[in-house]
């Protein structure tokens, strides 16, 4: 079946902009997470989605990040007045129960901020 | 999430068995232990998750002694497009901040 999609595949934008970033998880996965991976680095924790609430925000790194899901499935990260330290892969990752280690991830988004 | 160390990279040759030790020293009793695959420009991929002794899928085998302190991911018979990072991860059921540390770079070699 169908995985995790996330769109653009790379996005380069400048300093200063806001950039929105499009996740389509695994049909029927309620759990919805955003992470990110810096070039060389492990995953950093932005966000977790149970529906379409957001009960765990801790790891979005400024107000500049925030994000959401509709209807239970496409999730939309959004960084507002990117700075060049946004540079970095965001993924997203999916999953069939509220709160597993077995999460399923997309390709990612490539980040470049000139 | 239990802090994991395992090596940086290994090397191995196409056709032989590739075994990656984690050490996990404070694991909790509740905890699971989970390893993952990442290609270059692709997200990680779930290889195989064990509590305790031993787990065998069709991609790998996951060997836990009794004190669980370390386990070993062991691949068999590796091919060229093994060639991929390996995480360990350590936690419980409810633990859904996945931390990737650097995990373990394996390149086969033909």
């Known amino acids: 079946g169908a995985g995790v999609s996330q769109s653009p595949s790379n996005k380069v934008t400048e300093k200063g902009k806001d950039v929105e970033l499009r996740c389509d998880p695994i049909s029927g996965h309620t759990a919805l997470y955003w992470y990110r991976q810096s070039l060389g680095q492990g995953l950093e924790f932005l966000i977790y989605f149970q529906g379409n609430s957001a009960p765990d925000k801790s790891g979005l790194p400024s107000d500049r990040f925030s994000a959401e899901r509709t209807g239970g499935s496409v999730s939309t990260l959004t960084i507002q007045r990117t700075q060049q330290e946004d540079s970095a892969v965001y993924l997203c990752?999916?999953?069939?129960?509220?709160?597993?280690?077995?999460?399923?991830f997309g390709p990612g988004t490539r980040l470049t901020v000139l | 999430l239990a802090k994991t160390t395992q090596p940086i990279s290994m090397d191995s040759y196409e056709g032989q068995e590739v075994n990656i030790t984690c050490s996990h020293n404070?694991?909790?009793?509740?905890?699971?232990i989970t390893w993952y695959q990442q290609f270059p420009s692709q997200g990680p991929r779930f290889i195989i998750q064990g509590y305790k002794t031993k787990v065998t899928n069709e991609v790998a085998s996951l060997f836990i002694p009794a004190d669980r302190k370390s386990s070993t991911l062991s691949l068999p018979r590796v091919s060229l497009s093994d060639t991929a990072v390996y995480y360990c991860l350590v936690g419980g059921p409810n633990d859904y901040k996945l931390s990737f540390g650097a995990g373990t770079t394996v390149t086969v070699r033909a």
């Open positions: 990752a999916s999953s069939f129960r509220m709160v597993t280690n077995e999460q399923f």
């Open positions: 404070n694991i909790a009793t509740n905890d699971y």
